[in-house]
């Protein structure tokens, strides 16, 4: 079974310029999640999508992160203008949407973006 | 904000079991005690879960106390591949909108 793919792997850019990171999900999962993951500490949740709805972004900071996820299977997030505290690994996730094993998510490897 | 509390770091030496403990106290009925790992340079993976009962897999065991205000992860014969960050988490059963929340983990390193 494929898993989460996720690009690029690494991304270094200056602060103030903008960056994309590209998610595939499993084939079939119907939520999909980014977090953002700081060194040394546990991933942050940044947005959750069930299909191509929004569930939850209240921890995205919206005047610089948006993000999509169009007809219901890949997302991409975007940063702009990025900032040095932007500074992090960014990890998609997804999940089934059967009860019985929910809140059992699969990662991708994730993107670690520098912003210099 | 993270509803567990886990040891900051551990030790293991390779062939033993490892024990990782996690507090919970203020678990509510409804909520699932869920553990992840992060291998270095890789997303989280899930290890196991469960709401009451012990339960077993082919990576771990977990045990949940009684009164479920704790619980403890057993990797029954560590292995150097073992060392990881590990997570606790609880969360609400039900709802698939319900988030999983990290919070910063157990640091478990198996020596050789």
């Known amino acids: 079974e494929a898993g989460v793919a996720q690009s690029p792997r690494y991304k270094i850019i200056e602060k103030r310029q903008s960056v994309a990171f590209w998610c595939n999900p499993i084939s079939g999962h119907a939520t999909l999640y980014w977090y953002q993951q700081i060194l040394g500490q546990g991933p942050k949740l940044l947005i959750q999508f069930q299909n191509n709805g929004v569930v939850d972004d209240s921890q995205l900071p919206k005047d610089r992160f948006s993000a999509e996820r169009l007809k219901g299977v890949d997302s991409t997030l975007k940063i702009q203008p990025a900032k040095l505290e932007d500074s992090a690994v960014y990890l998609c996730?997804?999940?089934?949407?059967?009860?019985?094993?929910?809140?059992?998510?699969?990662f991708g490897s994730g993107t670690q973006l520098s912003v210099l | 904000d993270a509803k567990t509390t886990q040891p900051p770091s551990m030790d293991c030496a390779e062939g033993r079991a490892a024990n990782l403990p996690c507090n919970h106290s203020?678990?509510?009925?409804?909520?699932?005690v869920y553990w992840y790992r992060q291998i270095h340079s890789q997303g989280p993976q899930y290890i196991i879960h469960?709401?009451?009962n012990n339960e077993t897999n082919e990576m771990a065991s977990l045990i949940i106390t009684e009164d479920r205000k704790s619980s403890t992860l057993i990797l029954p014969h560590a292995t150097l591949r073992d060392t990881a960050v590990y997570y606790c988490i609880v969360r609400p059963g039900g709802g698939a909108t319900n988030k999983l929340i990290f919070g910063t983990g157990t640091l478990l390193a198996v020596q050789p």
């Open positions: 203020t678990i509510s009925g409804n909520e699932y």
């Open positions: 996730a997804s999940s089934y949407s059967r009860h019985e094993i929910r809140g059992k998510l699969f």
């Open positions: 469960g709401l009451k």
